[in-house]
């Protein structure tokens, strides 16, 4: 069921695997109740949501005690797989839909994620600051930024300074230019080979 996960993480642990695999069928059960990612696409779940939210671990592995941001995280993407493949990372998962983050927060229970709290909020009202912004597409980055500036921590325990790790897809040569930080396209078909990814990127903003 998550070949696609171990073929490019063989380092993934018998509870992690478990995990991972538990995450596919509680998120399809919960999929039929309450529209979290197109039904249609659920055969293509492990591909198209959980290996592409781990795109941001293939940009930047956090360190241990990072305090990561998922702004609107919808079911769990991409906070979820990335809590599983980094247990000692602090995840805050937002949304302002009340139902997602409903769901969300079952799904935490049924994985037992220790690192890992969902938050019914928009991210204009999350307090406390982060080492790194994640989300999934939620709107247009100039929209984007002004929801979390303020948001990133002044210290730095990673590798790259902190900042936003945006997954995006297509040309984004004129939402770039609508930002005034420095920003750097990743192209996620460097790190996994399926079609699915070619026009696929992790856009990192500096703030």
Partial sequence: MIAALTKYFPE????????????????KSWNEKINLVSRKDMDGFVAHHALHSLAIYKA??????????????????????????????????????????KVVSELVKALDLKNVKPMHARAEDIEGTFDFIVSRAV???????PWIEGKID??????????????????????????????????????FEEEYFETKSVVYVTL
């Fill in 12 to 27: 993934l642990s018998a509870t992690q695997i478990t995990q991972f695999e538990n995450l596919v069928t509680h998120f």
């Fill in 139 to 145: 709107s247009r980055l100039d929209k984007f930024i």
């Fill in 60 to 101: 930047m592995k956090f360190a241990s005690g990072s305090r990561i941001l998922d702004v609107g995280t919808g079911g769990g993407l991409p906070g979820l797989p990335l809590a599983i493949l980094m247990p000692d990372v602090n995840f805050v998962l937002c949304d302002s839909r009340g139902k997602k983050i």
């Fill in 154 to 191: 002044k210290r730095a325990i990673n590798a790259w300074p902190n900042g936003i790790l945006y997954l995006k897809g297509g040309d984004l040569r004129e939402e770039l230019e609508e930002v005034n930080h420095p920003t750097e396209t990743l192209q996620i078909s460097q790190w």
